[in-house]
């Protein structure tokens, strides 16, 4: 089957919360070979414009479409399949006791503490996936002994099984020491120049998590687009002033961005 040019393409889609308007006049397409990364305040609509992606909220205006299919149009609950997605929310969920090998299985169905017998096709899918997100050795290791980065690599293990075209990673450093966050992103970099990765989606605060393989960037604030496009042109220290409301300066080295925060706008100390 031929898989659409376009990934994902949002077209102003409108949410509101009671009288206020959380995510308006937001355009964004998403081509086959990009990897996108996603960065703003906490407030700025990130996590209301990943739950209209993944269909968990519905927005009162505007269209969403993945793969060619509109939102509306098709069953958003099968075409969710086509969205991989690793978060905190999914990590806190996972039973202490399940092995890795069926956490991995689960995401075929799109079920956490998945009990039905998985079949040998989906445990020789599963043991191949924790390979390529280089934990085989963990197949038979409790979610409740795995460290926090191998948690991580599990699930992206997990939502990979699905053979996802989107994999959307939604803060997925949070929560990881320093050492295990740079080895994680070493990993993320590997995974996305593979021939068969499915695109990347990375949603952070940190500009120092968006590593080279990420080739584009939408920055939001107050619901909106503040920039987007290629990395080289939106990813600056005037853009991220705005998007932070803050003296930023920001550092390039070996492809790696560092940023650093001055006083506030409007400090005169």
């Not at 998403?30 to 990943?50: C, D, F, P, Y």
């Not at 075409?79 to 956490?103: C, F, H, I, N, Y």
């Not at 075929?108 to 924790?130: C, Q």
């Not at 390529?132 to 197949?139: I, K, M």
Request: with cysteine; aromatic share 6%.
């Amino acid at each position: 089957m031929r898989v659409p040019r376009t990934v994902l393409a949002v077209e102003r889609p409108r949410i509101r919360r009671g009288d206020t308007e959380i995510l308006r006049d937001v355009s964004w397409r998403v081509e086959r070979g990009q990897h996108w990364a996603m960065i703003g305040a906490n407030g700025s609509g990130k996590t209301s414009l990943l739950s209209a992606i993944t269909g968990y909220l519905t927005p009162t205006d505007g269209e969403i479409s993945l793969l060619g299919r509109r939102f509306g149009h098709a069953d958003w609950r099968d075409l969710r399949k086509q969205v991989g997605l690793v978060s905190s929310a999914v990590r806190q969920m996972m039973s202490e006791d399940e092995p890795a090998l069926e956490t991995v299985v689960s995401g075929k169905y799109a079920v956490i503490d998945f009990r039905g017998p998985a079949t040998r096709a989906d445990r020789a899918r599963a043991i191949w996936l924790l390979r390529r997100v280089e934990c085989g050795h963990l197949a038979a290791r409790r979610w409740g002994v795995l460290s926090q980065g191998e948690r991580q690599r599990v699930l992206i293990g997990r939502a990979l099984m699905a053979k996802p075209r989107l994999l959307i990673l939604d803060e997925p450093c949070a929560g990881l020491d320093p050492a295990a966050r740079e080895h994680f992103l070493q990993f993320l970099q590997r995974l996305g120049h593979r021939r068969t990765s499915p695109t990347l989606v990375l949603v952070t605060h940190h500009v120092e998590e968006i590593m080279p393989v990420f080739s584009h960037l939408l920055v939001l604030r107050n619901g909106q687009i503040l920039a987007g496009g290629r990395k080289a042109e939106a990813l600056t220290a005037s853009v991220l002033s705005r998007a932070f409301d803050a003296t930023v300066k920001l550092r390039k080295r070996q492809g790696r961005f560092a940023m650093r925060v001055g006083p506030e706008r409007g400090d005169g100390s």
